[in-house]
């Protein structure tokens, strides 16, 4: 079965830091990973998607992800955080011949220490 | 072009009751899918409708259903509300085709059962 981990419920980092936030996955085939974002009250945006190819995924906001299949891995990472980065951000993994469904990880809470 | 829209946003009911909600996707988006939000489950796929027609279910009781409109306008309907119940209710829309896991949120409709 699909499932989604992220190790770490909550980070603190400074303002200006660097930032890596971790996902695991378990599927069996090549799987279509995101990472969204959530501000309180809000809904969830997309950061970025890995679908195939270059294993290093451009997002907005100036994040990146990499795709490492031998560490069933997907992190996020920002060179320096702003303190608008504060929110949950959540791992996703998807099936292509499962459609419009989504397996969340339980998300990790970033907050930003001025 | 306009998001995913979700009405109402704020809903409380108390047990027992019924409850509607309803969601637009953005304009060419054919699939729909529902997630329910949790401080303690996060983030579960209830189910997706595609060109009017179930085509993925999630783990939930018989209580919940859904529908889709020719519009590929959506619906979910809760009955005989329970306290666990009580969530944030988000709506995804896509398009069809490779990146039909890639999906847009809605804001959500925030359901409070008494």
């Known amino acids: 079965a699909q499932s989604v981990t992220q190790p770490d419920i909550h980070i603190t980092v400074s303002e200006g830091a660097s930032l890596e936030l971790r996902c695991n996955y378990s599927?069996?085939?090549?799987?279509?990973l995101f990472w969204y974002v959530q501000s309180p009250g809000q809904g969830l945006q997309l950061l970025l998607k890995y679908f195939s190819g270059d294993t290093l995924v451009q997002g907005i906001k100036g994040f990146e992800a990499e795709f490492k299949r031998s560490q069933s891995s997907f992190n996020l990472r920002k060179p320096s955080v702003h303190w608008s980065d504060a929110a949950e951000y959540f791992c996703?993994?998807?099936?292509?011949?499962?459609?419009?469904?989504?397996?969340f990880g339980q998300g990790t809470e970033l907050s930003v220490k001025p | 072009k306009a998001g995913v829209t979700q009405t109402p946003r704020y809903l409380i009911k108390t047990r027992g009751q019924q409850v509607t909600l309803s969601c637009s996707p953005i304009s060419g988006h054919r699939s729909v899918s529902w997630y329910q939000q949790t401080p303690g489950q996060g983030l579960q796929f209830l189910f997706e409708y595609f060109s009017e027609t179930q085509r993925n279910k999630g783990n939930f009781p018989g209580r919940f259903s859904g529908r889709q409109f020719s519009n590929s306008r959506s619906e979910m309907n809760v009955s005989t509300l329970e306290l666990g119940d009580s969530a944030l209710y988000l709506c995804?829309?896509?398009?069809?085709?490779?990146?039909?896991?890639?999906?847009?949120f809605g804001p959500g409709t925030r359901l409070t059962v008494l």
């Open positions: 995804a829309s896509s398009l069809p085709g490779l990146d039909l896991n890639e999906q847009f």
């Open positions: 996703a993994v998807g099936a292509g011949n499962q459609g419009g469904k989504l397996i």
């Open positions: 599927y069996g085939a090549t799987p279509y």
